[in-house]
């Protein structure tokens, strides 16, 4: 088989690819490089610069290479900006996966992973948030990945595609210097960026009910997603499904925690600076593994000090450049 991963060379997508190929998979990749970076694109594999919002290259990638099923980890992932630009997140996390299915359906590839969001849950009302939780998005970019679950859930009942949606928590870390996410948004890098400037880290909200006052969030390495990846095709290998799944530790670990761990592992005094809270951030929020432990046989292997460790030693490369 052969699967075209869609967005993969971003961040994650890029993780999942040498993922995919280490396990001996046929890969190719579409990626308009607005977010990617090339070099992160082993050479071996062919890639196809152009957008998914493009039916036509869509439809030659998937013709060229005879592509049995798709992994689609393209689209803007930034709830804030979401916020200011919804029409931005509507065309590129919802027209985009519409043209993507259109294109499947026309030639009959019948298999797709889809990357979605612990953003579709909104603000939970309890710390162990499960696939069976509401969904409650409060901001357009959880708006569009549910209904890109939706959108993908009718298609694969009208035309027989068997689809697994993966609801990522957050995602940090990295393998390597190449793969490094360079966004600018995630959490680990910006404290290290903070203390490296000599900056306190800004802390926002310290009186949650919560075990040290601050908020509690569940992290999860990207090797560990790109690992549940390879564990949702092997899942579409063996039968046909239809089905959601948490990606996360089912641990939680607070701001001061996190930051301990940061001083552990650079050996650099973080100060920081406690803010007020912001309106609608839940105290704690934790992913249930429990179904995709039990069905996809996935677990996440790393804990926060290999998570800050990886960040720090790709960050440091990247801070000299």
Request: charge should be neutral.
């Amino acid at each position: 088989m052969t699967w075209l991963v869609v967005g993969g060379a971003g961040y994650i997508g890029a993780h999942v690819v040498r993922r995919l190929c280490a396990a001996g998979r046929r890969v190719v990749v579409l990626d308009d490089l607005s977010t990617g970076i090339q070099a992160r694109v082993p050479p071996e594999v062919p890639l196809t610069i152009a957008s998914v919002l493009d039916p036509h290259a869509v439809r030659a990638v998937l013709v060229e290479h005879g592509v049995d099923g798709v992994i689609h980890l393209a689209g803007a992932k930034s709830a804030p900006e979401s916020v200011t630009d919804p029409l931005r997140y509507y065309q590129q996390n919802l027209a985009a996966l519409q043209v993507l299915i259109g294109a499947m359906v026309e030639l009959g590839v019948s298999r797709m992973v889809l990357s979605s969001s612990a953003a579709v849950y909104g603000v939970p009302q309890h710390r162990l948030v499960t696939e069976e939780s509401p969904t409650r998005p409060i901001n357009p970019y959880g708006e569009t990945k549910l209904l890109s679950e939706w959108l993908l859930r009718s298609a694969g009942a009208a035309y027989g595609i068997s689809w697994i949606a993966l609801r990522y928590f957050n995602v940090v870390g990295s393998e390597d210097e190449v793969l490094a996410d360079r966004g600018g948004t995630n959490l680990f890098p910006l404290v290290f960026g903070q203390i490296a400037a000599g900056r306190p880290v800004l802390v926002t909200g310290s009186d949650y009910p919560t075990r040290d006052g601050t908020g509690v969030r569940d992290y999860v390495h990207v090797a560990d997603v790109a690992d549940a990846h390879l564990a949702a095709i092997r899942r579409l290998d063996r039968c046909a499904a239809a089905e959601v799944y948490n990606v996360g530790t089912g641990r939680g670990h607070s701001v001061l925690e996190v930051l301990a761990a940061v001083r552990e592992v650079t050996g650099m005094p973080v100060r920081c600076r406690v803010l007020p809270r912001r309106p609608g951030d839940a105290p704690e929020v934790v992913a249930g593994v429990a179904k995709i432990g039990q069905e996809l046989l996935w677990e996440a292997r790393n804990g926060l000090l290999d998570m800050v460790r990886s960040t720090w030693r790709t960050w440091l490369p990247m801070s000299a450049a």
